[in-house]
């Protein structure tokens, strides 16, 4: 009986360290510590990609999301902050204008949802972290935005 009593704080303790991280947006932006990848490489989960990765793509801004896209996640994280993850504000991308490659685990907090205001099928230079989420996923979590103008 001893045994369950302390086996289950230590199953929710580490379930609860498996979860996504909701740290801060760095006060200073250096665009030249987020090396360019492709958004191909976000979207199916390179295994090159690991938590606390800095990278910059372009992609295709989509929408807000009304809906949450890690409904699996998403109690386990309220417990380990409970008031920062829901100032996430989770969109959509697309790879390309034809709607093709869809990715919808990025977020941003609020503020920076007014301050850069995107807008659908906005051409975007994205830079930010990648995130773990937690079941072994990562999330990408944006840093700074840069529209990006087609000649």
């Given at each position: 009986?001893?045994r369950?009593?302390?086996?289950?704080?230590?199953?929710?303790?580490?379930?609860i360290?498996?979860?996504?991280?909701?740290?801060?947006v760095p006060?200073?932006f250096?665009p030249?510590?987020y090396?360019?990848i492709e958004?191909?490489q976000?979207?199916?989960?390179?295994p090159?990609?690991q938590?606390g990765?800095?990278?910059?793509?372009?992609?295709?801004f989509w929408?807000?999301?009304s809906?949450?896209p890690?409904p699996?996640?998403?109690?386990?994280n309220?417990?380990r902050?409970?008031?920062?993850?829901?100032e996430?504000e989770?969109?959509a991308l697309?790879?390309?204008?034809?709607?093709?490659g869809?990715?919808?685990?990025?977020?941003?907090s609020?503020?920076?949802?007014?301050k850069?205001?995107p807008t659908?099928?906005?051409?975007?230079?994205f830079?930010?972290?990648m995130?773990?989420?937690?079941?072994?996923?990562?999330?990408?979590?944006?840093h700074f935005l840069?529209?990006?103008t087609v000649?």
């Open positions: 009986m001893p369950r009593g302390v086996a289950l704080p230590w199953l929710l303790l580490l379930l360290s498996a979860c996504g991280q909701v740290k801060p006060a200073t250096n030249e510590a090396p360019p958004m191909e976000v979207r199916r989960g390179s090159r990609l938590a990765q800095l990278v910059s793509f372009q992609a295709h929408e807000f999301l809906y949450d890690v699996q996640h998403y109690y386990l309220q417990l902050h409970p008031r920062r993850w829901r996430l989770w969109f697309y790879q390309d204008a034809a709607m093709r869809y990715f919808d685990l990025a977020a941003m609020y503020e920076q949802r007014l850069f205001q659908r099928l906005d051409l975007l230079r830079y930010g972290e995130v773990p989420l937690g079941g072994g996923r990562l999330y990408f979590r944006t840069e529209p990006i000649d």
